[in-house]
């Protein structure tokens, strides 16, 4: 490989970017093998982006659950932070995320 094509490919370019320097390059001649080379990485790096696309959709429909109930909402969350306040307050906050921790088996990284 001469010494500007390696460079480039070692450089950190992007993954579609290396076969495509190579075969231009004349470094490989394998035609079909980098055109599905490139097939996979194309799909492999569409992939995220599609999971991405449907936990939007799912992420939508529940605010769309919350924008549908937000009387009852509010009426359930508002007290329900004013009793999580008090109790922050008073210590007993501590106490009972404490005792969960102890019951559920948790064991703080450091």
Do not use: C, K
Request: glycine letters at 12%.
């Amino acid at each position: 490989m001469s010494q500007g094509v390696s460079d480039l490919v070692s450089s950190g370019s992007l993954p579609l970017e290396t076969p495509l320097v190579l075969l231009a390059g004349g470094v490989l001649d394998h035609q079909d093998f980098i055109t599905r080379i490139l097939g996979v990485l194309t799909i492999l790096l569409g992939l995220p982006f599609l999971i991405a696309a449907l936990g939007f959709r799912r992420a939508l429909r529940a605010f769309g659950f919350a924008r549908r109930n937000a009387r009852t909402v509010m009426r359930f969350g508002g007290p329900l932070l004013v009793i999580v306040g008090i109790l922050q307050v008073s210590g007993a906050w501590a106490y009972l995320t404490g005792l969960l921790r102890r019951v559920a088996g948790y064991q703080p990284a450091l």
